[in-house]
């Protein structure tokens, strides 16, 4: 038998004595996960319910790769390997598990009186009312940096009362940030970002559970961060992040609102789960150089409050369900003409992270990718240009 580590997601660690990781053994994962459950009764239980096979809201990695993509339960392992279980709708920390197997959702009772009085422009909505204010006020929303796009962001979900906020940004505040980045001030210069901005936040709103993130979003946690959100909101400044944000998305099944801005101009669209990705619409990255980045071609700091606040506003809609998402859309604005366009996004049937054929199936070294010429490193983005030429042609 191999010897492997096992990855323990932060809802299931009450049934390993809240140890993020733990030693099994087997031939395959469905060996490993049987020997787990030897160690810690109940654990099987837990992932599978009371089905044999993997459910739906649980995903199963073996060195970061999806057993869906391999040989499921049946896939090899071999020692030194690491198997992740993670559920694609984890719940919030400290919750006893659920019956179905997953820990369940935080849930808001009756608001108090404070909460009424706070959220009442909400709560006379129609489309909002008291029912939907709990949605809100249940919702997890992790937000990839906390700069010009996430500060407006930020900011506007707290004032909706949502309930638990991430922040994942590792820079700190310099005060060149401050001509857009609304969630910090003269008197943050030089600490953390993610500090300033919980700080702000909960000025803004002391009920808000904000968690920081004090660390740059890689491969190796990815999977481990967004797993314990709701909702995933991207406002990252460089190709690298936002591909890794979009395929890890697109792993746990999570819904990505994703925003970018430069000089007078913004983008904004949504991802739903298996309905499309940031692939389909740009399969590889552009060169570098080609694109400049806001530091150094600048960006108007004002456009950041509409772009944002646009994210901001499809987060909310997804939550209560109402209207139409720009899912399948991409929002483009043009600030110097003050003008909306719309181009539609079709699922690209070659994409290869959510086509019928993936190349992508793991999460990969994003900075190597989108990085330099052409190497051995960058064999999938070959393919993915390889592919978008043939898709024009």
Request: aromatic share 6%; hydrophobic share 40%.
């Amino acid at each position: 038998m191999a010897a492997v580590s096992v990855y323990i997601p932060t809802p299931f660690r009450k049934m390993t004595g809240n140890r993020q990781k733990v030693s099994a053994e087997g031939t395959d994962v469905g060996e490993v996960l049987t020997n787990l459950d030897k160690q810690f009764p109940g654990f099987r239980a837990l992932v599978f319910g009371s089905g044999t096979d993997v459910p739906a809201h649980i995903n199963i990695y073996v060195n970061k790769q999806e057993i869906s993509s391999l040989q499921g339960v049946l896939t090899k392992v071999n020692d030194g390997d690491e198997v992740a279980v993670i559920p694609a709708l984890a719940g919030g920390s400290g919750d006893e598990p659920g019956s179905n197997g997953t820990a369940p959702k935080k849930h808001i009772g009756a608001l108090t009186g404070e909460q009424v009085n706070r959220y009442s422009r909400h709560i006379i909505m129609p489309q909002v009312g008291p029912s939907g204010q709990r949605k809100i006020m249940e919702s997890s929303i992790l937000i990839i940096g906390a700069g010009g796009l996430g500060s407006p962001i930020a900011v506007y979900l707290a004032l909706a009362g949502i309930g638990k906020i991430g922040i994942v940004d590792f820079d700190t505040v310099d005060i060149s940030n401050l001509q857009r980045q609304i969630l910090h001030q003269n008197d943050d210069l030089g600490k953390h970002k993610a500090d300033s901005a919980k700080e702000t936040i909960n000025a803004y709103n002391p009920d808000v559970e904000v968690i920081t993130h004090k660390m740059p979003i890689t491969s190796d946690n990815a999977l481990e961060i967004i797993s314990g959100y709701d909702y995933v909101v991207n406002g990252a400044d460089n190709f690298a992040a936002r591909y890794l944000v979009n395929d890890t998305c697109f792993f746990l099944k999570k819904p990505l609102i994703d925003g970018s801005i430069l000089l007078f101009d913004g983008q904004v669209t949504v991802y739903l789960p298996d309905q499309g990705c940031y692939r389909c619409l740009y399969p590889a990255p552009p060169p570098p150089g080609m694109v400049p980045s806001c530091a150094e071609a600048g960006v108007l700091g004002a456009l950041c409050g509409t772009v944002g606040t646009i994210q901001a506003t499809e987060v909310l809609k997804l939550i209560l369900g109402v209207g139409d998402s720009l899912h399948g859309r991409l929002l483009l604005y043009d600030a110097l003409a003050m003008e909306f366009r719309q181009v539609r996004i079709r699922k690209d049937p070659n994409c290869v992270l959510c086509g019928p054929n993936p190349t992508v199936t793991a999460l990969i070294d994003y900075d190597a990718w989108c990085g330099g010429a052409f190497g051995d490193h960058n064999e999938e983005q070959q393919k993915a240009v390889d592919a978008a030429k043939a898709l024009k042609a």
